[in-house]
């Protein structure tokens, strides 16, 4: 009963605190973006959006890795001193919350990030095509420019799937050997130092 009742106070306590980062780093993505796609041009417009959608796939690739990768290749490593090893143990340990913050988090934010910023890209390029008829072409612009993006998001984020799984190992390692190098110069700990052991894949 008692290990229940931590149990939920840990995931209350977890939900608002993902949910106030979700809100944190909505508002940052969407200024920056929006102070990137001020005054430029639809053509780097298009590229920011894209950036944007890579940014998706790329955390929402990490996340699958994560659930999908075992502890036991990084305590080998971690035994030899390899650099990024241990951060990537605990990455694997904290499978759940690490799927949650990049997946669902990062990666949504993304996607209506992106959204938003391909109909800003749309303006500049209709006013900047100078049509008689702004509204329709603006509308047609809008259909294609938004679909070529959706199509980018979910493909992106299909092949990133499948490489997350046939190579979990070696994604989550490089991400290791990252939060290595941001501990080592920004001082910053992303995890606890004890941690439950996730339960090795055979």
């Not at 001193?81 to 990455?91: D, E, R, W, Y």
């Amino acid at each position: 009963m008692k290990k229940m009742k931590n149990i939920w106070k840990e995931s209350i306590r977890w939900s608002i605190f993902i949910a106030v980062i979700t809100l944190v780093l909505a508002a940052i993505f969407s200024i920056i973006s929006t102070a990137f796609l001020s005054g430029v041009s639809w053509a780097v417009g298009m590229v920011v959006v894209f950036v944007i959608v890579l940014i998706g796939v790329s955390f929402d690739m990490v996340g699958v890795a994560a659930t999908a990768a075992s502890e036991k290749p990084f305590h080998a490593m971690a035994a030899k001193k390899i650099t990024g090893s241990f951060q990537a143990m605990l990455i694997t340990r904290n499978a759940d919350k690490v799927a949650n913050f990049c997946a669902d988090v990062i990666g949504d934010i993304a996607g209506v990030v992106s959204g938003t910023a391909a109909s800003a890209v749309v303006l500049q390029l209709t006013f900047s095509a100078g049509s008689s008829d702004g509204s329709t072409l603006q509308f047609v612009l809008n259909v294609i420019f938004t679909a070529v993006v959706a199509s980018l998001t979910v493909g992106g984020k299909a092949l990133g799937k499948a490489l997350a799984m046939n190579h979990s190992t070696t994604i989550i390692f490089q991400v290791g050997r990252f939060l290595y190098i941001l501990e080592k110069k920004l001082k910053i700990t992303f995890f606890k130092k004890k941690q439950n052991k996730k339960s090795n894949k055979v």
